[in-house]
């Protein structure tokens, strides 16, 4: 059997990156950028004002308070070409705007006073070049400002439209088809009667595939039957991605497996050396990557952020595919049944000072979710680990939304 690095590292092997395509700046973000962006112009445009206030000839102000004659008025989006501040004059100006010729500094307007329409009083010291915004202060027209391999945030939107692009070249987003499996499944909306259970799998992968960037197709139910497996698989291969859920252990109905050969879905493994998950399949079907995951709401939710989220971000070119993971600190004693198994135990997680903890957020069978609800990592205990003690540290996988501080 695999063991949990092996299987990660032979998905990864087996993920080809989407094609490219020219996104707008909205939807580029969490997305990885593909080329070097390359400043088309100085950043500033040209020296501006970085104050509200009086554009001025430092060395008129060697005195303070000094009494300026008002010439002009600069407002944000106004033009300073016909003005020039001459010795003994200022300027008003807003932020923003363009720093007329003659002027070497800006007085805040907190720092004058507006004795009339006329004439300022400038009653603090000024230092030349003091409140200017200085041509290309920022960023040079030419130089590589955002470097190919970026995950864009509101940053890189700020940078990428404040010099003047509309759209930026991403990997394309896969479309990811899922299925559920089996015949006690109902659609969520219904109350259950005897015997059946909600199909959560589909919305919750669904949504998992959404948080990862990709696009969830949702294919519905395949019954426990081969023809129904057929139609369904089939129809979940026209996407980029299948994720299949339940159906894939050794069960007389579990078909997932044998069907998907039958269309030519070459099997890379199928068990891997973890709990919950072990039954978990990887395929190919024209380097088009297949998922089988387990049917327990918990196994299937743990064996898609171990394994098919990274490969969906690997799909979108990113090369940090993996949860930010770090040490935490035992809360409690563990009793983890000893297995040849890395265990993917469900935790919570706090910080006290410099230290995370992590603690049990409950029983940890695989029917539970309630504390797949209650967790925000996922420690990773390697195998042949028994019985955990109160004090010992274990990685952790993050992918809750924020740590408890205590
Ligand atoms: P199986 O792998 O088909 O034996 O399913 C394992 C367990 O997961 C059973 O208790 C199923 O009822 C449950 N299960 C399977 N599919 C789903 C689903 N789509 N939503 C919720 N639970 C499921
Ligand atoms: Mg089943």
Redesign the pocket.
Known sequence: MLSYDQARKIILENITTTGIEQTDLVDSVGRLLVEDVVASWDMPLWDNSAMDGYAVRAVDCSKIPRNLNVTGYIPAGGKADDIEVKAGCAVKIMTGAPIPAGADAVVPVEETDETSGEQVSIQARVVERQHIRFKAEDVRAGQTVIHAGTIIRPPEVSMLASLGRSTVPVFVRPVVAVL???D??IEVGRTPGAGE??????LALAAAVREAGAIPRIIG?ARDNLESHREKLLEGLKADMLIT?????A?D??LVRVVLEELGVKQIFWKVGIKPGK?TAFGVKDGKPVFSL????V??LITFEEFVRPALLRMMGHQHVFRPTFSAILRDNIKNRESDRTSLLRIRLEREGEFYYASSSGKQQT?LLKTMVNSAAIAVIPPGRGYLAAGEEVDVHFFGSYIDLI
């Open positions: 559920s499996t089996g006690e499944l259970i909600i199909n959560s799998n589909t139910i859920s339940a159906g894939v252990s069960g109905r579990d039954p387990p049917g327990n709401p196994s299937s029917g």
